[in-house]
């Protein structure tokens, strides 16, 4: 018996505890440990009934995804369960926390379960591309029916412990003490004399639906929703499997189809996305002590599109937010966007009408500085300009109470000039959130030269309060995310001049996984924002790099995208549906002609090449910088804020797993032919020579 599973007897009653930190993964210790326990209850004459409890925050959260790709170790999870299940005794798995994947293919192993109120279960195996591979697809569908099992396990969301009950997976809910209600459950247990009920031997969940019908949907929402993704099929074809085969051959199937899922390469990735997400968390340089300002108020200036965004994520994370416009008709118009914002939630059904209240009541507007001076936190969403910055910055230095973090979201300005226009330096960070701000995951927390430890954590800290994905990055022209979309961007533009049409380019990028091609996000945000930069990146930039000018001929024909009906591509009115632009084929052919360029077919790889490979040199040298800490960090930022395909990674872990010779091969190739923008990252050269990945190298730092 491991120190990670105890088995205490209590009277007629094996308690069997499972202590793992962090979360009671099922590491080699953990199976060893349910394997004795429960062969040691069975053995004991005196038992008559077992309960399976944990220690900490939750029940088992899974299999140790550490584990995954190194060679496996005895017993298998499978075998534990398999001993679990044939036990003699009735068992009752106590559930609190998450009992996820593999945890929760444990608690279908024991013969009955009991949640705590506020717990949740699931099978989220398919978010790290693989399917529950310990009976999960064999066991569940048996209880839940078809239908339900399908959904949860390609979907991979856990359910509440109230929904599971109403499901059959979960037979009673509790409130209060673990122990306390796993033993009275036991007890009951005993004194009704109940035999041990194996899920395994269940048949209602199969019976009474068409669940060939219900096969086959799943299948085409599969290919309509989640295309290019290899485990989806797989989930279906085991639960397709238990549909058709006695349990122990469902279970062999199941077995196969997991064994395909671990070894394709999409699982690789998705479990580098798990690991890089967490990993962003953390700041290699902070001192472990650092503790982070405590934030209950909040405050934002400017109601525009970005600033309103922001108000609502402190008001739906429950912090009482103060929205500042520079006049009443101002703050109204962002007044009425954020009430607007929730009524569209409240239409769809994701938001109630109490909730909207709620929230609303916590944004108070002000068009005053006076009122700002008891915020913990501002956050700045005015004009991207240094003049309005800087009058903001020195309003707020002037009100703010010592302490307050200053930040400002701005996408592309100089964060330590505007902390400069501040005598507390130390107190302003950037909180650079995208757009919609109180949708979108990604927040990047720009530290500024003199940004103080302990504002950097807060800034961390507030990323968290507001259910954001938060990543470090320093000072420079768009930060990480945006810096290396520009190199993107002008690409997918170059291929204009060559001979492509946005058509064919957004289709390639999103026949690689991207969620949406570059032409259609340009047309959705506004190609005015693209010209703004160029034109500030014209005047500081050498002279001799060659800028694209199909943009250009858009903004001069006043061609905005999606908001002046043409960009692009062409917009009928009150619908969003990309169609061709008429217009645009005379501005492609002008634009190549005044460059020289004979126009021809380009082949699919080499568009996504250029536009891919465009980011990994551009993210090398900011590696390099000291701009982003870790390459992960580069891939956690892509696949929270631009739509990069979970399933490869990131453009970083991508690039390792092309190789990053062939990268760099590629690179040199459009260097010579397209010059200096192409100039190969010094790091990526380095590494390409070494045989090395990013991955290895930010290992070895
Ligand atoms: N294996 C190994 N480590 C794990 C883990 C797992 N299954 N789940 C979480 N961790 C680690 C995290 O990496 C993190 O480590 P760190 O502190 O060193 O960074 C730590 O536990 C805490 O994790 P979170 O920061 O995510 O903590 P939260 O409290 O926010 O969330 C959670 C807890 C909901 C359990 C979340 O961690 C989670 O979703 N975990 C993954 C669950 C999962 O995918 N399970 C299925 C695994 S596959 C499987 O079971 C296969 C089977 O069918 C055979
Ligand atoms: P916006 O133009 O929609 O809103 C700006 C608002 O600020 C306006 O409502 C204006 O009245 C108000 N304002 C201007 N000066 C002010 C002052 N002195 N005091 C108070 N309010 C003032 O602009 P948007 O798009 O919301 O951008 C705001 C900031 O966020 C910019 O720095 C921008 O670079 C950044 N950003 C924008 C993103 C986007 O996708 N729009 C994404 C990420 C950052």
């Given at each position: 018996m491991t120190e990670a599973v105890r088995l205490e007897i209590r009277g007629e009653i094996a308690l069997i505890k499972v202590n793992n930190p962090p979360v009671n993964a099922l590491g080699?210790?953990?199976?060893?440990?349910?394997?004795?326990?429960?062969?040691?209850?069975?053995?004991?004459?005196?038992?008559?009934?077992?309960?399976?409890?944990c220690e900490g925050n939750t029940f088992i959260a899974g299999a140790d995804i550490k584990e995954f790709g190194k060679p496996p170790q005895a017993p298998s999870l499978p075998e534990v369960i398999e001993v679990i299940e044939g036990c003699s005794k009735p068992s009752v798995a106590v559930i609190h926390g998450t009992a996820l994947g593999g945890g929760l293919e444990v608690a279908l192993g024991c013969h009955y379960r009991i949640a705590r109120r506020d717990a949740k279960v699931g099978l989220p195996e398919v978010k790290l591309g693989l399917l529950p591979g310990a009976g999960g697809t064999q066991r569940l569908p048996r209880l839940a029916g078809v239908e339900k099992a399908l959904d949860m396990i390609v979907s991979g969301t856990p359910i509440s412990a109230a929904e599971a009950v109403e499901h059959n997976i979960v037979d009673e809910l509790f409130d209060g003490d673990l122990v306390d209600a796993g033993l009275g459950y036991a007890r009951r247990m005993v004194e009704e004399n109940r035999a041990p009920r194996r899920t395994g031997e269940q048949t209602q969940g199969l019976e009474g639906a068409d669940n060939e019908a219900l096969i086959r949907a799943k299948h085409a929402e599969v290919a309509k929703r989640m295309p290019g993704l290899f485990s989806p099929l797989r989930c279906i074809a085991a639960v397709e499997a238990a549909t058709q085969l006695p349990l122990a051959e469902g279970l062999k199937r199941e077995r196969e189809l997991f064994a395909e899922c671990l070894n394709s390469p999409q699982r690789g990735a998705l479990v580098h996305s798990f690991f890089a997400e967490r990993q962003a968390g953390k700041i290699n340089d902070l001192p472990s002590d650092t503790k982070p300002r405590s934030i209950k108020t909040a405050a934002v200036i400017g109601g525009g599109t970005m600033g309103v965004g922001i108000a609502l994520s402190f008001a739906n994370a429950g912090v009482p937010v103060k929205l500042l416009e520079i006049n009443k008709e101002a703050l109204q118009r962002g007044l009425q966007r954020a009430r607007d914002t929730y009524a569209a939630s409240v239409k769809r059904g994701s938001l109630t009408e109490d909730a909207m209240e709620q929230r609303l009541a916590l944004i108070t507007g002000v068009t005053d500085y006076g009122a700002l001076a008891d915020a913990d936190v501002v956050v700045e969403a005015v004009f991207e300009e240094?003049?309005?910055?800087?009058?903001?910055?020195?309003?707020?230095?002037?009100?703010?109470?010592?302490?307050?973090?200053?930040?400002?979201?701005?996408?592309?300005?100089?964060?330590?000039?505007?902390?400069?226009?501040?005598?507390?330096?130390?107190?302003?960070?950037?909180?650079?959130?995208?757009?919609?701000?109180?949708?979108?995951?990604?927040?990047?927390?720009?530290?500024?030269?003199?940004?103080?430890?302990?504002?950097?954590?807060?800034?961390?800290?507030?990323?968290?309060?507001?259910?954001?994905?938060?990543?470090?990055?320093?000072?420079?022209?768009?930060?990480?995310?945006?810096?290396?979309?520009?190199?993107?961007?002008?690409?997918?533009?170059?291929?204009?001049?060559?001979?492509?049409?946005?058509?064919?380019?957004?289709?390639?990028l999103r026949n690689f996984g991207m969620a949406m091609g570059p032409f259609a996000m340009r047309d959705l945000s506004g190609l005015d924002i693209g010209q703004a930069i160029r034109k500030r990146q014209r005047a500081t930039l050498p002279a001799h790099l060659d800028f694209p000018t199909v943009s250009d001929k858009l903004c001069a024909a006043g061609m905005l995208g999606q908001k002046t009906g043409a960009g692009y591509y062409r917009y009928e009115p009150g619908n969003r549906t990309p169609l061709e632009n008429p217009e645009l084929g005379p501005m492609l052919e002008a634009?190549?002609?005044?460059?020289?360029?004979?126009?021809?077919?380009?082949?699919?790889?080499?568009?996504?090449?250029?536009?891919?490979f465009a980011l990994v040199n551009e993210g090398a040298k900011i590696l390099e910088e000291g701009i982003a800490q870790r390459s992960s960090d580069i891939d956690v930022i892509y696949l929270n804020g631009y739509g990069f395909p979970a399933f490869r990674g990131g453009p970083m872990f991508y690039a390792d797993s092309v190789g990053l010779d062939t990268v760099l091969a590629r690179v040199k190739e459009l260097y010579s032919r397209c010059g200096d923008w192409w100039k190969p990252a010094p790091l990526l050269e380095k590494l390409a020579a070494e045989g090395r990945t990013f991955t290895e190298w930010q290992a070895g730092r």
């Open positions: 080699q210790v953990v199976r060893e440990g349910l394997l004795n326990a429960f062969q040691r209850a069975e053995a004991d004459q005196q038992v008559r009934a077992v309960v399976l409890v240094m003049g309005v910055k800087q009058q903001v910055f020195e309003q707020l230095d002037a009100v703010c109470k010592p302490g307050a973090i200053l930040a400002s979201n701005t996408s592309s300005l100089d964060l330590d000039a505007i902390a400069a226009f501040t005598k507390r330096p130390e107190d302003v960070v950037g909180l650079h959130f995208f757009s919609p701000a109180n949708v979108m995951r990604l927040l990047e927390v720009v530290r500024g030269e003199k940004t103080s430890n302990e504002v950097l954590a807060t800034a961390m800290a507030i990323g968290k309060q507001l259910k954001k994905v938060s990543v470090v990055v320093g000072v420079c022209d768009g930060f990480v995310g945006n810096r290396m979309v520009f190199q993107y961007g002008r690409e997918a533009e170059f291929l204009l001049e060559e001979g492509a049409t946005p058509q064919q380019v957004d289709g390639a634009a190549s002609r005044e460059k020289g360029i004979e126009r021809k077919a380009l082949d699919e790889q080499y568009i996504v090449e250029r536009c891919i």
